[in-house]
């Protein structure tokens, strides 16, 4: 597997909204899983979403929760997430990830545990 990130512009005002995609090639199956993690200056990796190929099952953690999603286009191999009410606090630098499982939850989706990155992507949210 290999993944890609790209936005549709980096900055937005303060609620406003992006939409972030990552491609996905050489897969072979549909038993894995992909989505974002996001680092902001000075803090760790943490995870955002996520989303299982084959079943469509989704991930988010608390902060992101009612404000993105996370969805998948099987034709285009690619992974969409649609990031609404953004805050200053979602500035960050977005990173596109991918799993060799299927399952996605706080269990299976960390950064240890991803196998393959994307390069990752500025997100600045500010007025």
């Known amino acids: 597997l290999r993944c890609s990130c790209r936005v549709w512009g980096g900055w937005v005002q303060p609620g406003g909204s992006l939409r972030l995609s990552c491609a996905v090639s050489?897969?072979?199956?549909?038993?894995?899983?992909m989505g974002w993690f996001r680092q902001a200056p000075g803090k760790g990796r943490d995870s955002v979403a996520a989303?299982?190929?084959?079943?469509?099952?989704?991930y988010y953690e608390d902060f992101v929760e009612g404000r993105f999603t996370i969805s998948r286009d099987s034709a285009k191999n690619t992974i969409y997430l649609q990031m609404n009410s953004l805050d200053p606090e979602d500035t960050a630098i977005y990173y596109c990830?991918?799993?060799?499982?299927?399952?996605?939850?706080?269990?299976?989706?960390?950064?240890?545990?991803?196998?393959?990155w994307g390069k990752g992507t500025q997100v600045t949210v500010s007025s």
């Open positions: 050489g897969r072979t199956s549909s038993r894995f899983s």
């Open positions: 990830a991918a799993r060799n499982l299927a399952s996605v939850g706080a269990s299976s989706w960390y950064e240890e545990g991803m196998d393959y």
């Open positions: 989303i299982s190929w084959s079943s469509g099952d989704t």
